[in-house]
């Protein structure tokens, strides 16, 4: 672990699709999904259906939140998944806001 935490799309953002994820992963995971659907995070590998919101606590959107602990996480950190609607504006709103 190297301290920082990254934030990305983890799905492909080329064509159209259903659900796009946003990946958080290192330490600063669980506060920055905090601040992203505000209010008590789930336990690990319990789905939440949650509201996301921007900086200004404007809504973005709603879907599902998931949490992954160190070590038993896809990266060994911990990570946490916003499960959103596709679309590449409304992928790119949360990254920003992240």
Known sequence: MNGDTIVAIATAT???GGVG?????GPHA??????LAPGA???PRLASLR????????AI????????VAPESFTGENVVEL???G???LLQALLDAA
Do not use: N
Request: charged fraction near 20%; avoid cysteine; proline fraction near 5%.
């Open 30 to 35: 669980d506060s920055i999904a905090q601040k």
């Open 14 to 16: 080329s064509g159209p």
């Open 51 to 58: 509201r996301f919101v921007d900086s200004q606590g404007a």
């Open 41 to 43: 995070l789930p336990a």
């Open 21 to 25: 994820v946003i990946r958080l992963s």
């Open 87 to 89: 679309g590449l504006a």
């Open 61 to 68: 959107d709603q879907g599902l939140l998931l949490r992954f």
């Open 83 to 85: 499960h959103a609607h």
